[in-house]
């Protein structure tokens, strides 16, 4: 049996995180299920040479904490593509835009302006650090953005609006979210235009070689002592005298143990003693979102030179947001698309040719025929990961953040609780999961 | 390694009901949590030799297989008390009933009337082997039962007799349960005025000695052999040859495995291959009820010399439904009550003198000064029970059914599902739970 100060479960970006913090002060295992470090960052490089991110990929300047650490892993960020003209696919139409009306009628751009306006405005009142607490907390709980939406407008456009968008933001439909949880996760990311937007917001940065390089480093740095792949935690159990992690055959003890994954995966851990019913109802009812996200390669940018920037807002197709997500020097053209919530349980129903020909089709009708011509294709459904089943993130269920929500974060004995899932800021977001590792790692060292 | 050729996952009604059915034809092996059978069956003997259900409890008539059983097994039914007066407290006042108005007005009683046929007719419409194939499936699974009580009428009283049911019959809040499976429940079972009734309905008999009689019958003739307790299965392996299944140190090989698990404990084993992605998004979207199951013991049944059967049903307390839970020679008195869903949450964060204050002034208020005289206090808080995690069943989230609910059944490789929830009739009673035991036993002997 291996003795640690802690143990780390999930060498994920918030799990790293929190060893990074603690190395220096304490002896600190990570443990990981999968054969790689990185959780939701994962890198696929083509045959070519070009790499690209399968999974979280964006820096916002908002990303403060996530910044800090990259810069001072030496990693550095470029600009995702943003020039020129983006689409909006509606009714069979692509409309350009190069303005805040994404190409929508006037009076719609305005009422969606007006809806997200106040959207902002009650997001303002909720408590990052303690959601339940707004008022009529228990209301904006129980209803869900769908049930919201139709009173918020009378404008179908504006509403089909919101219903693409809020996949796009929580891989959920609208009638899957709380409106509080909506209100949370807005003001937590910062408002809902810095969340889909790319240049300013929330999708304006890359980093070059790739996000999963940022756990690589991190790893790298603590040693491959340290941090244990292939090491599925089974059962924690803690008493007066220490906790133990038990994966495999293996007992790792420690004085204190972090666990980083998402609420939905943390409920299937066993604990000795078994939780209290509280964190337990929470664990059930915080289901992850659900995202296929594919990579297209061409031998070039194409649409760039037709004054595309290569984001696509789609209300008809399966793939309803694209990028551009072609490597810095632009040496090779990469269209990436989400396929989220409905979109991708359907697809993720097709076999896999049939699915590819189906996105391909979707590239076709945005960029036109030479979308055709991909010289690979590259998917990942994120439902299928065992050690992560589902993205972006996990999403509590009506009535959760009020009647449980402060069981995301309270510790129960030795155990700490980390995720991205976990922080008031960017939730969700790597810049979230970072800070939670912070937090989680400083919760430690106090205790 | 123990070879069988199945075994069970589970010692309650479904698995004991299916490896009583297989035990003639197969070697089969039951691997059971807990150091009891009985799974949500559960008794309680005070010490005064009485004994109570703190879990399922009450046969109907409708619910044939399990009286089929109970009848095999030699157990004696006999009427739940419904002699007398029922109450409805509402706004602090106590209304005796003897009729179908359950002593609301009659005009709120029509109403109720007319808005439970509606949902009846809604109802006949659900293939219950395929509840997704109804009509509009789609958006009667986007929404709640509370979206659609705003709708189904605007009798104030009316929507709030929806919303003490509701929880009675789900253990869950009229926001947090999808009106297509409230419709599918409903025809599950047979109806809602079945459901809710006590002589004619759902609630009709109990067993002498109590229903965890039925699976510890079973165990016994089955052989101390062929069920094992204390053994938490922690994962499930197949391949070509074999199942696997692992609890503890332990692996038992065998060729079938049957997995009663509600949905979402059963996605908490560890199974290999995994399992794929539409069944674990399943699990994740399957919370368990919410409800504390309380009794309290009287020296006699005195709310019986005052005309009144001990059936309360309450607008207004945390202890929203009671009964006579007296056993059948009424030689001592029993009130049971259930605080279900927000009333459980509620109830379940304070500590044990103060929630048996509460329960105990909620009975004084139902059936006067006498009921503060309790012998004994017992509850049983089932969201905290490890291997259960909430009572009384499972249920779907919004757009499960018709996304994902043919997984809830389809057996994966060696691997077939069982359980209460899973029962197209009867589903989350008793009677589903035998059910589905002799329909997964079927499945694997014709495999």
Tied chains: 1, 2.
């Excluded at 509080?180 to 240049?199: C, K, M, N």
């Excluded at 935690?233 to 004085?255: L, M, P, S, Y």
Aim: proline share 5%; aromatic share 8%.
């Amino acid at each position: 049996m291996r003795r640690v100060d802690v143990v780390v479960v999930g060498a994920g970006l918030a799990g790293l995180s929190a060893a990074r913090s603690l190395a220096g002060e304490a002896d600190v295992l990570v443990l990981e299920a999968r054969d790689r470090v990185g959780g939701r960052t994962v890198g696929h490089t083509f045959p070519n040479g070009c790499s690209v991110e399968m999974g979280g990929q964006w820096v916002g300047g908002a990303h403060t904490e996530l910044l800090q650490l990259t810069g001072e892993l030496g990693l550095e960020t470029f600009p995702t593509y943003d020039e020129g003209a983006g689409l909006t696919v509606l009714d069979g139409q692509r409309r350009q835009w190069l303005d805040e009306t994404i190409g929508l009628p006037d009076s719609t751009a305005r009422e969606i302006g007006r809806v997200t306006d106040s959207l902002g405005a009650l997001a303002e009142r909720v408590d990052l650090n303690a959601p339940w607490r707004v008022p009529e907390a228990e209301a904006l709980d129980q209803r869900t953005v769908e049930s919201w939406l139709s009173e918020a407008t009378a404008d179908p456009l504006a509403q089909a609006y919101f219903r693409v968008i809020t996949p796009a933001v929580f891989a959920a439909e609208t009638h899957e979210v709380p409106l509080l949880h909506f209100l949370f996760y807005v003001r937590s990311g910062g408002s809902l235009d810095y969340l889909v937007t790319t240049a300013g917001g929330a999708q304006e940065s890359r980093i070059v070689g790739g996000t999963h390089r940022i756990c690589e480093e991190i790893a790298a740095g603590l040693g491959s002592d340290r941090v244990i792949l292939d090491a599925p935690v089974d059962a924690i159990e803690q008493d007066a005298d220490a906790a133990r992690v038990i994966h495999g055959g293996d007992v790792t003890e420690a004085r204190r143990v972090i666990v980083t994954l998402p609420p939905a995966l943390a409920g299937r851990l066993r604990y000795r003693p078994s939780l209290p019913s509280g964190r337990d109802t929470l664990t059930q009812r915080y289901p992850m979102g659900r995202v296929i996200k594919v990579q297209l390669l061409y031998d070039e940018p194409f649409w760039r030179t037709e004054g595309l920037n290569g984001q696509v807002l789609s209300f008809d197709d399966p793939i309803a947001t694209t990028f551009d997500n072609s490597p810095p020097d632009g040496r090779c053209g990469v269209l990436m698309g989400f396929a989220e919530a409905e979109h991708a349980r359907r697809l993720g129903q097709l076999d896999l040719a049939t699915r590819r020909r189906s996105v391909v089709d979707c590239m076709v009708r945005f960029f036109g025929p030479r979308a055709r011509n991909s010289r690979d294709y590259v998917e990942l459904d994120w439902t299928a990961e065992e050690y992560t089943r589902g993205c972006y993130g996990g999403r509590p269920a009506a009535g959760v953040w009020t009647g449980y929500g402060s069981t995301l974060t309270e510790p129960i004995g030795r155990i700490h609780w980390a995720g991205a899932e976990t922080s008031p800021v960017s939730n969700g977001y790597m810049d979230g999961a970072v800070r939670s590792g912070l937090r989680a790692a400083a919760e430690v060292l106090t205790s």
